[in-house]
C-alpha cells in the first residue's frame, strides 16, 4: 500500500539555506533581534518574505525563540490631524502605561508600504502586541508579526487573521441617515435622496456605511442615484474635487449631505463657501465623525461619535486576557443627541 506522503515542516536551516545566510540570523530576524545583531534590512526583509513564503509561521518555532518579555505594546496609525485617531492614540498610551507597557506609535499616512516598514521596525524592537489601526492591509502585518511569534490585532478596520474591534458601521450610519432625513423634512419640508460624500468604496467601513446609507433610504422608500455615492478618497481636497464635478454636471444639488469622516468635511465645507452653491439655502448634512468645533457650526449638522473608550477597553481586554481568537467585535457609535 502507498502511505501518505508526509509534508516537512520549514525549519530555520532551511530558511537559511534559502536566504544565503546563517541559522542564527534566520533566527535573529525572527526573533525580532536582528537590529542589535546589525543585520542589515534587505537580509531581514528577505528571510521575513521567505517565512511567509514557506509557512514557517505555522509551526510557531518562531515564538519559542522568544526569551524575555520587552513590555512594549506598537500601535501604527493612518494619521495624526484627525480628532478620532488623536484620541485613540491619546487613549492607548494612558491604558498602555497603566498596565506597565510602553506604548510606541507611529503614522503610516494610509500608505501600505510605509505600514510593512513600520510593523518590521517594531518588531525589531521586540514588541509584545502591534495594534493596527486604519491599516490597509491588516492581513499581512498579521503575518509579519506571526512569523516573529508576535501577536496583533486590528482596531478601525478588521482583518480575517486576528482580532479585530470596529464601529458598528452599518447600524451607525442607518441611524445617521435616518436622522438627517428626518432634519430635512422638519427643516426643508420634504425628504429627498442624500449625497454620500467622502471615503474610499474599497476599504470596509466605507462599504458598511454606504450600505447602512442604503438601508436608511429604502427604510423609506427612497432609491439613491449610484452617482450621488461620492467614494472620492479621504482628503479634503478630493471632496471639494467631487463636489464640484458633480454640480458642473447636474446643476443645483440635493441639499441633504451625509459625510463620511471630518477630514472629507473639511472638503465639503470648503467647497461650500467657495462656490456659493447654497448661499441662502444652507444643506442639512450628518458626518459619521465628530469634532467639536465643527459640531458648534450650526444645528444644520447631526454628527455621530465613534466610541474610542469603548473600543480600546475591547482592545485590552483581549491584550489583557492574552486572547488570539479570531473574532470582530463591534462597537455601537453614540449619538450626541437625539431627535
Not at 513590555?71 to 494619521?79: F, L, T
Amino acid at each position: 500500500m502507498n502511505q501518505p506522503k508526509q509534508t516537512k515542516k520549514t525549519t530555520i536551516y532551511d530558511l537559511a539555506e534559502l536566504a544565503g545566510t546563517s541559522a542564527s540570523a534566520v533566527s535573529a530576524v525572527l526573533n525580532g533581534n536582528w537590529k542589535k545583531r546589525r543585520i542589515s534590512s534587505q537580509l531581514a526583509e528577505r528571510i521575513t518574505r521567505l517565512a511567509e513564503e514557506q509557512g514557517y509561521a505555522l509551526n510557531m518555532q518562531a515564538s519559542l525563540l522568544r526569551r524575555e518579555k520587552s513590555k512594549i505594546i506598537g500601535m501604527i496609525v493612518p494619521k495624526y490631524d484627525n480628532r478620532y485617531f488623536g484620541s485613540i492614540v491619546e487613549a492607548f498610551e494612558n491604558m498602555a502605561r497603566e498596565r506597565g507597557l510602553f506604548p510606541i506609535i507611529t503614522c503610516t499616512r494610509r500608505d501600505p508600504e510605509l505600514e510593512i516598514e513600520a510593523a518590521r521596525t517594531m518588531l525589531s524592537y521586540q514588541v509584545e502586541w502591534l495594534v493596527s489601526t486604519g491599516a490597509t492591509d491588516p492581513d499581512r502585518i498579521t503575518d509579519l508579526c506571526a512569523a516573529s511569534g508576535v501577536r496583533s490585532l486590528n482596531l478601525d478596520l478588521p482583518g480575517s487573521r486576528a482580532p479585530s474591534v470596529i464601529s458598528d458601521n452599518f447600524a451607525g450610519a442607518r441611524e445617521l441617515t435616518r436622522r438627517v432625513l428626518a432634519n430635512c423634512e422638519r427643516k426643508l419640508g420634504r425628504v429627498e435622496p442624500l449625497l454620500f460624500v467622502g471615503g474610499r468604496g474599497s476599504d470596509h467601513n466605507t462599504s458598511e456605511r454606504v450600505r447602512g446609507f442604503r438601508a436608511a433610504h429604502a427604510d423609506m422608500g427612497l432609491a439613491v442615484d449610484d452617482n450621488h455615492i461620492l467614494t472620492c478618497g479621504y482628503a479634503p481636497e478630493k471632496a471639494e474635487i467631487a463636489l464640484q464635478a458633480l454640480a458642473q454636471q447636474e446643476g443645483n444639488l440635493t441639499r441633504g449631505m451625509f459625510v463620511n469622516s471630518t477630514i472629507s468635511f473639511e472638503g465639503v465645507m470648503r467647497w461650500i463657501k467657495r462656490s456659493h452653491h447654497y448661499d441662502g439655502r444652507p444643506p442639512v448634512m450628518g458626518c459619521f465623525d465628530w469634532d467639536p468645533f465643527a459640531a458648534m457650526l450650526g444645528d444644520d449638522i447631526e454628527m455621530v461619535r465613534q466610541d474610542v473608550p469603548g473600543m480600546l477597553n475591547a482592545v485590552f481586554g483581549i491584550i489583557d486576557h492574552g486572547s488570539s481568537k479570531v473574532e470582530r467585535i463591534e462597537i455601537p457609535p453614540l449619538f450626541l443627541s437625539q431627535n
